[in-house]
């Protein structure tokens, strides 16, 4: 099989269930059981599970009505459900309901670990797509699309516990520049670093995407004390990788800044409206600067 997975089998039926944990426990899985759809419920409050296999007719909560709910609260769970019937309507309210696989009692050891591990594989391959719509392939960052949806939610709870946010809109300096001058792979590269950097920088609770080409978002908790700290660990970063990399250009970013206040809320474009005006602005002033000493990119230090 090659993965061990922790699975939830719930039925009404002890013979079923014991038989059901001996044939998983060959296979290195580890398993727990319910007799119906509450007791299932509550087990899934109190432990994560890898799949669930469900059982249509028991009492108090038939496994249709389970699996539902479950696909509510965990989409991305997958779910196999069981049942004596023969007709196909089983089948299909099974799968409208939210399961991945079917199978009809009794069936034979080898049919039930073959339908299981075809359900876990295909579930594997969907993850690994919806992986890749919602990250960045150069950087494996979120996308922008990603951050979008990410950033909605994360407001919608700064508002519900009043905690104040910030948005830091980033344009990478001269991509344009080491394209022409050292190569595509070499932007590209540049792209990665600075990727590394911002990771580097922040916390796995910040939202951290690019939002295409040279530029990127991050949106965090807000306090005084952690603006500052946070802004002055990203430039260090970015002279500590210009400091130990050689090469013929230095990472610089231009950076403008949005905060959210949950006693004035506005929407996440808002908020980026704010923040690209600011980054523009200092662009601005970094491009007058270069003029005015007449530098160019990897000749002056302009990451702060």
Request: glycine share 6%; hydrophobic share 40%.
């Amino acid at each position: 099989m090659g993965f061990s997975h922790k699975i939830l089998i719930v039925d009404d039926e002890e013979p079923v269930l014991n038989f059901i944990v001996s044939l998983f426990s060959k296979y290195g899985h580890s398993c727990e059981t319910a007799k119906d759809g509450i007791e299932a419920l509550e087990k899934f409050k109190k432990n994560s599970f890898d799949s669930a296999v469900i059982d249509i007719v028991m009492p108090h909560k038939d496994g249709i009505t389970l699996t539902r709910e479950l696909a509510n609260l965990y989409p991305n769970l997958p779910i196999m459900i069981m049942t004596g019937h023969a007709d196909d309507h089983s089948a299909e309210l099974a799968m409208a309901a939210g399961a991945l696989e079917f199978i009809k009692k009794p069936f034979s050891s080898n049919e039930f670990i073959l339908r299981f591990d075809k359900m876990m594989h295909d579930h594997k391959g969907m993850e690994t797509l919806r992986a890749l719509s919602l990250t960045d392939e150069l950087t494996d960052l979120y996308n922008r699309r990603r951050f979008f949806v990410l950033a909605e939610q994360y407001l919608k709870v700064a508002i519900r516990t009043k905690k104040r946010s910030l948005l830091l809109y980033i344009d990478m300096d001269d991509l344009k520049w080491i394209n022409d001058h050292c190569g595509h792979n070499e932007g590209d590269q540049a792209l990665m670093a600075f990727a590394s950097i911002l990771r580097k920088t922040f916390r796995e609770s910040d939202i951290i995407a690019r939002i295409g080409g040279d530029e990127f978002a991050v949106l965090f908790e807000s306090t005084d004390e952690n603006d500052e700290m946070l802004m002055t660990r990203l430039y260090e970063n970015i002279r500590d990788y210009n400091t130990r990399v050689s090469q013929d250009y230095k990472l610089s970013v231009s950076v403008g800044t949005a905060q959210f206040d949950p006693e004035y809320p506005i929407s996440i474009d808002g908020l980026f409206s704010k923040a690209d005006a600011l980054m523009y602005a200092q662009k601005r002033e970094r491009t007058k600067k270069e003029s005015r000493l007449g530098v160019r990119n990897g000749q002056g230090d302009f990451s702060t």
